[in-house]
């Protein structure tokens, strides 16, 4: 159980363009689902917290209008790099949590982003 | 906010030797978990442990919360090991949110 289905996989596209990522749970109900960003050889840097049915909870130094998160119901959470540019290019992790202090994260396989 | 050290940065083994990790972080934190993630870039969980020991097959893992550190062991090393170890503190962030800090990783590679 608790799995966690991140799509797509990779995408390549040019710079101005806006790259939506969807993030589901497939088998269990994700109160609460968190994104982050790893760069080459680097560590997992959180981006931002959801909780269904409300807004987004960013870390300093995310740009919440230029990653818009979505987290409209229990299974699903969208991230949208909006008008990406080369230095947008990274690995996008999501993951879920049926939510409460004591539950763990399960993560996505990740998205690998390439803005040319 | 928290911060989590790991330790060697890298490691190379010879299959079939065994290893151990260290992650050490600087405050008291509500849980702790290990993570593989191999080439592809797959984050696989290891271990959800506040405090004890864990065995999973040839990997497990001792945190000892009052010392702040945890270290995950990985007997007879095969070569399907190989990736970055990472570990991740769990604090509390108000309500019932929580949040993970990660360590910056163990990249671990097995020889044949």
């Known amino acids: 159980g608790a799995v966690v289905s991140q799509h797509p996989s990779r995408v390549i596209c040019k710079s101005g363009t806006s790259v939506k990522i969807e993030c589901r749970s497939l088998?269990?109900?994700?109160?609460?689902m968190f994104w982050y960003r790893q760069f080459p050889k680097q560590s997992l840097m959180l981006m931002a917290t959801s909780n269904e049915g409300s807004k987004a909870t960013y870390e300093q130094g995310v740009e919440k209008d230029k990653f818009l998160i979505n987290h409209a119901s229990l299974t699903l959470s969208t991230l949208t790099v909006t008008s990406a540019h080369p230095e947008d290019s990274s690995f996008y992790i999501c993951s879920a949590s049926r939510g409460g202090r004591d539950q763990p994260q399960h993560f996505g396989d990740g998205t690998r982003l390439s803005i040319l | 906010g928290i911060q989590v050290e790991q330790s060697p940065p890298d490691l190379i083994l010879q299959e079939g030797a065994n290893s151990t990790l260290r992650c050490n972080f600087s405050d008291s934190v509500n849980n702790l978990q290990w993570f593989h993630q191999n080439p592809w870039g797959q984050l696989i969980n290891l271990f959800y442990i506040p405090s004890g020991t864990k065995q999973n097959g040839r990997l497990s893992a001792t945190t000892v919360a009052t010392e702040r550190y945890s270290l995950l062991y990985i007997s007879s090393s095969q070569t399907t090991d190989s990736g970055v170890y990472f570990c991740a503190a769990v604090s509390y962030s108000g309500g019932s949110n929580y949040k993970l800090t990660f360590g910056k990783g163990t990249l671990l590679t097995v020889n044949p």
């Open positions: 088998d269990f109900q994700a109160t609460t």
